[in-house]
């Protein structure tokens, strides 16, 4: 079916406020994996799901942020008490196993988060 | 952890010459080693890759090399095209560490027509 996508391509918010930023995986893609951009930099790792749990959750960069895959499928990561050092784009990645040795992570377009 | 440095930060290049951007890393333990093409705007998309039990791999005009030794490795682009400019980024994981992404600062590319 159709590619990863997210949700929204951009937010706007301000300091302090709560966001919610949508990640759908390739349709059957067990690994999610979540990455921040930053602007002329390449992406940083932030959390990984193997189906419902998180595997890896090593690169979240404080406890203002979280993320959830209840399904297994859709997640969400959660950023609360925005900070502007919070800027940037926030990348969803899906990739069709670990375990069944296909390594390659299809990116989705992408939040550009801005926080004024 | 790991740490994947790449070199050169901008790169540009006459039309139809090649392109060669070097990457290393630090963990020895790593085992896949993605390329991706990354346009304004847009979101990273994998040219090629390689896997630690491979020093080579070629596809037309992208070929990547892989010396586990030195720890480093590096992308070829050859008969540079206008639409090969973008940003380039290498990563580098390991399986057995769910094969998140280590990413390299990127590599600005301009061919120049």
């Known amino acids: 079916g159709a590619g990863v996508s997210q949700t929204p391509s951009n937010k706007v918010t301000e300091k302090g406020k709560y966001v919610e930023l949508r990640c759908d995986p390739i349709s059957g893609h067990t690994a999610l994996y979540w990455y921040r951009q930053s602007l002329g930099q390449g992406p940083e790792f932030l959390i990984y799901?193997?189906?419902?749990?998180?595997?890896?959750d090593s690169g979240l960069p404080n406890d203002r942020f979280f993320a959830v895959r209840p399904e297994g499928s859709v997640s969400t990561l959660k950023i609360q008490r925005t900070e502007r050092g919070d800027s940037a784009v926030y990348l969803c990645?899906?990739?069709?196993?670990?375990?069944?040795?296909?390594?390659?992570?299809?990116f989705g377009p992408g939040t550009r988060l801005t926080v004024l | 952890g790991e740490n994947v440095e790449q070199h050169p930060s901008t790169l540009s290049v006459q039309e139809g010459d090649s392109a060669v951007i070097k990457c290393t890393y630090s963990d020895s333990a790593s085992n896949y080693f993605p390329w991706y093409k990354q346009e304004l705007g847009k979101r990273p998309q994998l040219i090629i890759d390689i896997r630690s039990n491979v020093g080579e791999k070629k596809d037309q005009r992208i070929a990547v090399t892989l010396n586990k030794t030195a720890k480093h490795f590096s992308l070829h682009i050859t008969e540079t095209q206008p639409e090969d400019s973008a940003v380039y980024f290498c990563a580098a994981s390991i399986r057995a560490a769910g094969n998140k992404l280590t990413f390299g600062g990127g590599t600005r590319v301009l061919v120049k027509p």
């Open positions: 799901f193997q189906g419902t749990g998180a595997a890896d």
């Open positions: 990645a899906s990739s069709l196993s670990r375990d069944r040795g296909n390594n390659e992570q299809f």
